[in-house]
């Protein structure tokens, strides 16, 4: 285990020494890694750094709200609209790795812009370890390491937490005194709800996984899962009524883990899966059925693109 405050010291040392005099901008998602990132990156060059929240229209419910809340003590915080050019960038990807790839150089455009604004040289992000262990051992892409295009506009890339494991940064941010709504907050993938969307990413897709993870998210917080979510994997039929449809199916997933490299399916209790199923074609009259995924890590990824 990583000793949290030499750590500390010493990233905050190196960030300065990486940026200079020079401004940066730091890519802030909202999950613990780009939080922890923008925090050791604002305690070590402080106004030098402009902090940026794009939103892709593939976030979390809530998410962009609640970003602008807990870093409001950033007064450089700058939330900037995507969704429209997210989505028009993903029109009629279905490839898994094309889709990271789209998303990982949209991200790098909307930060060239902003560090235009801003006459930013450095690009700070919260790429951790295992991010770069798969990208590099061709598992899959990550948005911030095998997603980037090949020419990026900025001086350089700063990655504060490149070494540590997940349990190493939820560490950092305690230490650092985040907000345990940051700090012990479940793992998001950098590409957003897009890698939980089977096939071409579509609003009305999004829409289904975002308000179906949420309620993963509720109903098995008691269960204390390293992560937990839902997916929308296809159509099938169904029967809401008496009227037969042809509706999304959504697969729940939730994975016991320790730094995310493996992962065991959680055994959830019969009456949780049933809730989580009940509410998720309850609330949505185009979920046709909910189905669990009882595959570990490997051989199955954790996420399911």
Request: glycine share 8%; charged share 30%; with cysteine.
């Amino acid at each position: 285990m990583v000793n949290v405050d030499e750590f500390i010291e010493d990233a905050t040392a190196s960030i300065r020494d990486q940026i200079g005099d020079e401004h940066a901008i730091i890519a802030l998602s909202g999950g613990v890694d780009s939080s922890v990132a923008a925090t050791l990156a604002y305690e070590a060059v402080g106004e030098q750094l402009t902090p940026v929240y794009v939103d892709t229209g593939l976030m979390r419910k809530g998410e962009t709200e609640q970003i602008a809340d807990t870093f409001s003590f950033m007064e450089s915080l700058r939330v900037v609209d995507a969704e429209e050019r997210f989505f028009d960038a993903l029109e009629g990807v279905v490839d898994p790795e094309e889709k990271r790839k789209v998303i990982g150089e949209q991200f790098i455009r909307e930060f060239e812009r902003e560090a235009k604004e801003t006459d930013a040289q450095y690009l700070v992000q919260g790429t951790i370890y295992p991010d770069r262990i798969e990208s590099e051992g061709n598992i899959k892409s990550h948005h911030n390491v095998g997603g980037l295009p090949d020419v990026v506009d900025f001086e350089g890339i700063v990655e504060p937490v490149r070494d540590l494991y997940k349990d190493e940064v939820r560490e950092v941010a305690r230490a650092l005194g985040l907000e345990s709504i940051i700090a012990e907050r479940m793992p998001f993938p950098g590409p957003g709800l897009a890698v939980r969307v089977l096939g071409e990413v579509t609003p009305e897709k999004v829409d289904v996984a975002r308000d179906a993870c949420h309620i993963v998210e509720d109903e098995t917080e008691k269960h204390d899962p390293w992560q937990a979510f839902a997916a929308v994997i296809g159509k099938g039929t169904g029967v809401k009524g008496d009227n037969r449809v042809h509706g999304w199916i959504v697969s729940v997933r939730s994975v016991e883990s320790r730094d995310g490299m493996t992962a065991r399916a959680q055994e959830l209790p019969w009456d949780t899966l049933q809730r989580i199923q009940s509410r998720i074609t309850g609330t949505n009259e185009n979920v046709a059925r909910v189905v669990y995924d009882v595959t570990h890590k490997p051989p199955a990824t954790i996420e399911y693109e």
